[in-house]
């Protein structure tokens, strides 16, 4: 079998001393290759640039021949890079060059290379594209970059970012097996020479890319030797017995290779039944991958992991356990999806699955929070049910405090609490102390409410939530009584509780604070500035856990508002050059407002170093740069940039999320039209009509419009919108 086959060879390759790792680097001559000139959208960037994001980009920013400014130091990088900056009418120059180059260098300027190679390496495979499209070469790309590899490989300089190129070439070329073998060949060297995945990213991708190549060749193998019962133990080799990447990741990945639809499609499939027969729902492992994925605010994507866990255990439904399905409820509720929350509450109803209390709190909290038609009446349905049909514990009482005060019904909320404390003090834990302090603030007595606070805080054994100090502090904000909003700031910058974590509300409260203390101490705004970058730092050195996500919104939210448009600006560019990582909300906000002061450099360079972070592409994130096209029209630009976005559709047609939207071809018409270009919109025009576009309620007004001015509307436009 070849799954046999091929373990055993990686068994022989990986348990070869590290004396002998040199000599398989050596011999293995055909190795790795490129991929394009662009990265995928997976992949970390692997040019040495310098990690600092400057202000503005400037012309140093990328350059038009697709390699690096020169670098000036060592002689030897330096030669590599004149080399590749030069013209070249074919290959067999290009190639002496550069085999000179090694030849010449000493040893010393080869060892003091070795980081800068991870960038050398990556142009002169790109020059190897650029050299053959201009020369219309023919030649498979494996044969060409051989010249260059076994070069790397020769002197020990090869990073895994040209490896990956390199397969993902002989995937391309179909060469599935044989690409297969170099990366079995080959895995030793790299997993014994940690260097060969270095990266200056805070994320390094190198070393997972390298595991998903491996894991896309194996299941590719298999395909092409009409196999399709997956080795186990072959995945645990590829991941080196770490955790096997997941569904998601490997699908993100193999969009990114140029593969057919249908080996695409099987190879997902193969991994996904793998995944699926080896998955426990009830897994410690399982559940915290919910709450992660809830935490990040991927919201998405929880449902469609939660659908499908549950969807896997059909006809096996009594085996999941209630604690699961009362974790699957929290997170659901975390991300406001209450309704949803809801619905597993009617599964476990269903499935005759134990509702033990914590399923009967999270329904109580998703109806709290719900907003339909009689949503108070179920909520006292649901809190008599408790009553009489449950043991309730702090946080039942808890969330129905909550929901009391925040519907106003104090005297109800004291009733309560008197109760609590005098026939059930000891359910008085952290949850009801703070439904206590909630209930003062609600009540307008805020000195009580921070007093009280203090001395809970000298009770080892009290935890606040992030609710409460959000709370406290927007009161004492709103009263101006800046020092005790200070004092309770310090607690969440020094991490004086480790599970609390600042939340999209603690933000918001956060920068409001500044803004507000600091105008009236009359600090300029580069000052306040300064105050909240300070926050962000002392928090990491903290270790607080740092929810991006949360403050990423609240900086976007800052984007939108003129008057605070520059602290906004100036949050999410510290975010990026602290290599703190930005998701497309944030990368979108920076773009959105290069966009709209005209400068569509800035835009770009942002753009696509969001890409090379491993932002996905899609419609929504590249309608960005459109739409400020379509302010700031350049219809040069815009060709080039949708040549891009047209390959990037060609080599991956079956991902919906970057197929051109109604958005799309709404900017590129507004472009057209402003910039009076009658040739673009009427190419823009054949495009729309060629797709299956949804048309909305915009596009049709503008395509009545552009008919009614002599433009060369499709018939099938018209037929769609009647």
Known sequence: MLSRSLRSTYYTTTLKSLSKVSTIAAKSSLRFQSTQTETTNIETSTTSKSNDIPNKATSNNSNNNGTSPQKIGNPFVSSLYQIANQNYTEFSPFFEKVQHAF??????????????????????????????????????????????????????????????????????????????????????????????????????????????????????????????????????????????????????????????????????????????????????????????????????????????????????????KPETLSVYMKALNTAKLYSRAIDIWKFASTHKIEINIDIWNQLLEAFTNIKIDGSKNKVASVWEIMQNGTKLNSKSYAIYLKYLLKNEEIEKAESILNDLKKNNSKLFDSDLRCSMIEFLTASNKTNEAFQLFKIYQKDEKFVPTIFVYNRLLSKLIVEKKYIDAETLLNELISAKYKSITPDTATWTTIIDFLLKSSAESGLSQDEILIKIFAIIDSMKSEKVQFNNVAFITVANNLLRNPQTQDVGFSILQHLESSNIKLNSVGYTGIITTFAKAGDMDNALYYYNKALSKGIPLTTIFYNSILKGYSNNPNIKATKEFMSKIKSSIKGNPNNNKILPNKYTYYFLLLQGVYAKDSQFVNETLKDLGESNTDLGNELPKILTSLKSNGYQVPESLFFKMK
């Open 103 to 320: 030849q010449k260098a000493s040893n010393g300027e080869k060892s003091r290379a070795t980081f800068s190679m991870i960038s050398v390496g990556n142009v002169l495979l790109t020059k190897i594209l650029t050299i053959k499209e201009q020369t219309n070469n023919d030649v498979p790309n494996s044969i060409l970059f051989k010249e260059i590899i076994t070069l790397l490989i020769d002197n020990k300089m090869i990073h895994s970012s040209h490896f990956v190129r390199y397969l993902k070439e002989l995937i391309s070329e179909k060469k599935y097996v044989n690409a297969l073998t170099v990366w079995i060949e080959n895995v030793n060297y790299f997993r014994n020479n940690k260097n060969s995945f270095a990266s200056k990213d805070a994320d390094n991708l190198n070393e997972r890319n390298f595991n998903l190549a491996g894991l896309s060749l194996y299941l590719l193998s298999l395909l092409a030797n009409n196999e399709k019962s997956v080795d186990p133990e072959f995945i645990k080799l590829i991941f080196d017995k770490k955790k096997p990447s997941t569904l998601l990741t490997f699908e993100r990945f193999v969009q990114s290779l140029q593969l057919p639809a249908e080996d695409s499609s099987t190879i997902v499939k193969l991994y996904s039944a793998f995944i699926n027969a080896s998955f426990d729902i009830n897994s410690e492992e399982s559940l915290k991958s919910i709450n992660a994925i809830s935490f990040s605010g991927r919201i998405v994507q929880l449902e469609n992991i939660i659908d499908s866990n549950l969807q896997l255990y059909k006809g096996k439904e009594s085996s999941i």
